[in-house]
């Protein structure tokens, strides 16, 4: 009950703002989506086309600056590092599951520098402008916004592969260096969510100086030029669309990844089942990154016989 209140007034003040400083129809849209009609997928794809074409109008100039460039393909060639963020720092409160999933990515990929970034530690990365460092400060933004604006920025400075503190590798990731840009390319959701299924933030790869996370960056900051808050919960999504549907560098790039973890997602999904050979088999065919949300309750066992959870922490 107190989670649902949260979120009531969360969205409550979302809505108030939208209407009054940025968007009267977008307001709208968000108020039918959150209020009224949650599951319903065409307001989902009408709320973020809205915001789409507010945003490009308004920052066209931005836009403009990135059209014409025509960078080639390059393969990820920085530094060998991971980046993953944990905004609250990693101490004894951690959920064990996230400090298991560090643990093994770190000694899947020994020849990586494996960076958790907290609120403790980010200032030594990057380099925040001011009026953004007050609204973090101020705690204006939430720390999933703080956490994808921080990927956006580590990628473009740096480079390399950032992974949600919720994924779990079933093998090493250095087959990504052929690409410039990589991600999960689920293919899932294409007719309504805003990624279309062709990207998930929460598994990027890319090389540094990458036209799309320069863009993205950029957007970012113009925006918290004009705004205190951020206007959706995919937002980085959506800033990533403007570029995928308007820039043809980045979409070349975003195409180039073959389809890849289509059932990224089966862990939360049938975790707490008996593990079964063939299913698993069917699953890993092109999965070998699974989501299991700390959030989440699973049992390694269920009786005598391992569950699909149980087997992928035992096994891998």
């Known amino acids: 009950m107190k989670k649902k209140l949260q979120t009531l007034k969360s969205n409550t003040v979302l809505f108030v703002r939208l209407l009054l400083r940025f968007d009267v129809q977008l307001a709208v849209l968000f108020f039918l989506k959150s209020f009224l009609f949650k599951k319903n997928q065409s307001l989902h794809t009408m709320q973020y086309n809205r915001l789409k074409s507010v945003l490009v109008k308004k920052y066209s100039l931005v836009l403009q600056k990135y ?35 560090i643990k093994h990515i770190k000694q899947m990929m020994p020849d990586y520098e494996v960076s958790v970034v907290s609120r403790d530690n ?67 959701f ?3 969510h805003v990624c279309k299924g062709l990207w998930t933030t929460g598994f990027l790869a890319a090389e540094k100086g990458q036209i799309l996370f320069s863009f993205v960056k950029e957007m970012y900051d113009n925006f918290f030029l004009d705004y205190d808050f951020v206007p959706s919960y995919f937002f980085i999504d959506a800033l990533i669309a403007i570029a995928y549907e308007n820039i043809p560098a980045v979409k070349a790039k975003v195409d180039r990844v ?41 049992v390694e066992n269920k009786g005598k016989q391992e569950t699909f959870y149980g087997h992928l922490y035992h096994h891998y």
Request: charged share 20%; with cysteine; net charge negative.
């Open 67 to 101: 059209q014409n460039q025509n960078k080639v393909h390059r393969v990820v060639q920085n530094k060998k590092c991971v980046w993953m963020i944990w905004w609250q720092g990693i101490d004894e409160s951690t959920p064990p599951r996230i400090v298991q999933n």
């Open 122 to 188: 980010y200032m030594e990365f990057v380099k925040i402008p001011d009026y953004i460092m007050e609204l973090i400060q101020m705690q204006k933004l939430s720390m999933t916004h703080i956490s994808d604006y921080l990927r956006v920025l580590l990628l473009e400075q740096y480079g390399g592969i950032y992974i949600d503190c919720n994924f779990y590798p079933m093998k090493g990731l250095d087959f990504v260096s052929q690409y410039s840009f990589y991600t999960i390319r689920h293919g899932l």
């Open 190 to 192: 294409s007719d309504w």
């Open 258 to 298: 073959p389809l890849n973890n289509s059932r990224y997602n089966f862990i939360n999904e049938s975790g707490n089942e008996p593990f079964d050979r063939l299913i698993w088999d069917t699953i890993t065919e092109d999965t070998f990154l699974l989501n299991a949300n700390y959030k989440y309750d699973f």
